[in-house]
């Protein structure tokens, strides 16, 4: 081994699979554990900017304990290190930033991919209850995470954490009656789209706020949503609308697929049409060119699980993996979640060909990206 992986608690348990039969992808399972690993999905991956590691959560039952264990898998070298044994919640990091920041009992942390070491923060526990850590910004300046109080009804806040000088404010002037979360620009500077719900009747919308760091002068980008994602520093948005949820269809109204890219000025929104396609999940590779999404057609437990790569100015699309083999069966960890390396030579997803969730990698081929424009 390197000097560089001196750090931390390291084992081998990749194993190299058989290519994928229609794009030639190689495909490698980096976790090997009898115990569930699941790659973290949001919209700012927990990954090193020169694409060679990135964070995954290992846990054994979530009715049992609230705690996981944080990893890190290192793709060149296939090695997985255990970075901290009680990590609480959700983990976040600044987009490709190296750094995941997570809760040990009421202390937030950092953890430094790199050098899979860790360090203290600050204590959370004089401010809001943290339901759940949602972003943090890519200067890592500012943190955000929704609280929520049950006094006398269930609402929820967005807090704000200044990194720098440890002071707070909640951003919202009311609370929502709805979980609303707020995510940093990935590439530079403090805007945020901030999600909250709507009413129209009986229906319930999300809807995407576009505000600065202190969550004012909003303007609206994306209604009626249910998966979205920055496009790198390009000004624009993909985002899902909703699908017949009942039937796994296309809406009547959106035969041609689901996918449309939002910009922040105003333009109205663009249909890329995939109809073959129903896509579920969806995340921006860094530069903004590309997406991958995670497509339903076969059913939510029946069927191949293919992961889809979309050039959004050319519209066009190809199968990167025909089968991601995830079962959709019990909560968003069994979701194949697919996201880019930052160097777009990798898609990190989740897999349970054998009833386990694990992490793992395919390699864009050669050609293949390309091959979109």
Sequence with gaps: MGSSLQHGRWAKEARD?????????????????????????????????????????????????????????????????LIDREAKGVPISPAWGGSVYYQRGTMLMRACLDTVTTEPVMDLAPLPFCWQPMAVSADERY?????????????????????????????????????CGAYFHPVQGHEMLIGKTSWVGNVRYGVSVLTDVDGKNGREVMRGVHHACWLGNTGKHAGLVAFDYEKLAHKPENPDGELYIYSTDGTPPRLIPVPEHLFYHISSSRCGQYVACESLESGLE?????????????????????????????????????????????????????????????????????GLK
């Design 17 to 81: 699979l058989p290519p994928d039969p229609g794009s030639g992808a190689k495909i490698t399972r980096l976790s090997g554990s009898s115990i569930r690993t699941e790659n973290i999905y949001c919209d700012s991956p927990r990954a090193t900017a020169d694409g060679k590691r990135f964070a995954s959560s290992r846990y054994i039952d979530t009715l049992l304990s609230p705690t996981k264990a944080l990893m890190c898998h290192d793709i060149e070298t296939k090695w997985t290190a």
């Design 302 to 370: 029946l069927g191949p699980v293919p992961i889809v790569i979309v050039n959004v100015e050319s519209g066009k699309h190809r199968v990167l993996i025909k089968d991601a083999r995830c079962s959709h069966g019990g909560d968003s960890g069994r979701q194949v979640n697919p996201y880019f390396t930052a160097d777009n030579r990798h898609i990190i997803f989740n897999g349970d060909p054998d009833g386990v969730v694990n992490v793992f990698a395919a390699e864009i081929p050669k050609g293949f990206l390309e």
């Design 143 to 179: 943190l955000l995470y929704t609280t929520m109080t049950k006094d006398p009804v269930e609402t929820y806040n967005i807090v704000r954490i200044d990194l720098k000088d440890k002071s707070w404010k909640l951003l919202l002037d009311q609370p929502e009656t709805s979980r």
